[in-house]
């Protein structure tokens, strides 16, 4: 079984929705309902899309040409960001995602939007803020100079990089979305966050990031230096791109058993629940709804689950 902290959020907020994401959805199964829920895994706000295509043309542009060393301004940023955009929001409000002869993995404009779906329609006045969010997200990347410089100053940086663990019984998953390593001074890890409002506290999904970092088989790329430092010595920094604001997370032991204990006990939730069974075995009615009515309106799989509850009466 994989753990991230979205999995861990899923399932405490819907064990069925978790179910659904987790354990059906299949890309390449020919089943109805498990292509159904691959398709339905797609769905997003369009706040989420919009914080996905900024963490998608940072890392395809900005941390490219910083590991190449070549130069790129804010206006190759938006442009880029730009084609992106438009792209994916004509896939989008065509619902293209239904289309039968479509190769999800080969079509680099996918998006879909929840709302879409479900047949309420998105305002004109959401895609212009989220244009706008975008360009503001790109104009603060260019004003953060302090984190800029370091990551300009690293041997060698990487973007969107999947690490893996085990732990508790799990696979543990991390995606990272900056690691900029130094030839003689801990990792830099940088996590983007395009919300209008940030006032979550993300010390623990950093940490994670950390612990994953020293205890992952490292990529073939990955430079030696790793071996030189523990997590407490990472540099660890939360970019709030709406709002311009850095943070940056010092961590010590207290927070990485505060983790390992978190990360043991939902594992364990997630082990129970399963029992042991393999993904085939398990039905969407051995996992409890959610309690909570606004976390079922805001779900994508209403039309599997509500299939389901339809069956049942």
């Not at 960001?81 to 792209?87: G, L, M």
């Not at 006045?125 to 100079?145: G, L, P, S, Y």
Request: charged letters at 25%; one cysteine or more.
């Amino acid at each position: 079984m994989r753990w991230s902290f979205s999995a861990a959020r899923a399932f405490r907020q819907c064990q069925r929705s978790w179910f659904f994401k987790n354990c059906l959805a299949s890309a390449v199964a020919k089943d109805r309902q498990r292509r159904t829920a691959y398709l339905l895994s797609k769905l997003q706000s369009v706040s989420g899309w919009r914080g996905r295509l900024v963490d998608r043309i940072l890392s395809e542009r900005l941390v490219l040409a910083l590991r190449r060393g070549q130069r790129i301004t804010k206006a190759d940023l938006r442009t880029a960001a730009k084609v992106c955009f438009e792209r994916e929001l004509d896939f989008a409000i065509n619902n293209r995602i239904h289309e039968p002869a479509l190769e999800l993995s080969k079509n680099d404009a996918v998006a879909a939007f929840r709302a879409i779906e479900y047949g309420h329609g998105i305002r004109q006045e959401e895609i212009a803020q989220a244009w706008q969010d975008i360009q503001t997200a790109i104009d603060n990347v260019f004003k953060m100079d302090g984190l800029r410089a370091a990551l300009k100053r690293a041997s060698y940086v990487v973007a969107q990089r999947s690490l893996q663990f085990k732990f508790a019984g799990v696979s543990v998953v991390a995606v990272p979305d900056v690691i900029a390593f130094n030839e003689k001074a801990p990792p830099l890890i940088v996590d983007w966050k395009v919300h209008s409002f940030g006032t979550r506290d993300y010390r623990l999904q950093l940490a994670l990031y950390a612990l994953s970092l020293s205890r992952c088989t490292p990529h073939r790329d990955f430079p030696p230096v790793l071996t030189e430092f523990t997590p407490t010595d990472y540099r660890l920094v939360e970019a709030q791109l709406l709002s311009g604001i850095e943070h940056e997370y010092a961590l010590d032991s207290a927070d990485f058993d505060e983790l390992e204990d978190y990360v043991a006990a939902s594992a364990t939730e997630m082990l129970a629940a399963t029992d042991g069974l393999k993904n085939g075995d398990l039905r969407a009615e051995d996992f409890a709804v959610t309690a909570w009515p606004n976390v079922c309106q805001r779900c994508a799989y209403q039309k599997i689950c509500w299939e389901k509850a339809d069956e049942a009466a």
